[in-house]
């Protein structure tokens, strides 16, 4: 069966300063993935995508970069962290198309930004 | 660019009755998915149904159900027997059928089951 990990869990992290976030997935092979946030109180919105490895597709302008080194591996990144960078990060994969699309979710990290 | 609208920030439903959420959305395109998602106090998202544009019968996942109604633009959730682990924020989420498969979220519907 597929799983979904993310780490750290919980990262408390100083204003300027770097970030790296890891997503992986095992049990699958060519996954699509989704890097969301979801600040306090709202609805996830989505940040990155990707097809393949390499492939990655912006959806909002911001301080934070992805990028995907392996086919089962998305990484979350910035090279100096914003108080509005604050938030619960979540990672998703789906495989395939059709009945397949639906997307599953990692259990997350929460991210504050001092 | 597709938008999702729940109306209801907060419901609270007894346990064992049943409680409808609401969720409209809007978009041109003519084959998408529609989604609930439960997300619990541990914050991790979960699957709760999903429903194919194309189907015109409503989907149903044990105690819960969808009344999709593609014309208004509508796709309601019903949980029925509510149960106290039901106790969560529940998100409406579209996707349309192309590369990448994004979803759109939202503003999410708390639900508190009461004893």
Known sequence: SQTIHQWPATLVQPVGSPLSLECTVEGTSNPNLYWYRQAAGRGLQLLFYSVGIGQISSEVPQNLSASRPQDRQFILSSKKLLLSDSGFYLCAWSVGSGSTDTQYFGP???LTVL | AQTVTQSQPEMSVQEAETVTLSCTYDTSESNYYLFW???????QMILV?????????????NRFSVNFQKAAKSFSLKISDSQLGDTAMYFCAFMKHSAGNKLTFGGGTRVLVKP
């Open chain 2, 49 to 61: 149904i999903r429903q194919e544009a194309y189907k015109q019968q409503n989907a149903t996942e």
């Open chain 2, 37 to 43: 998602y439960k997300q619990p106090p541990s914050r």
């Open chain 1, 108 to 110: 997350g990290t929460r």
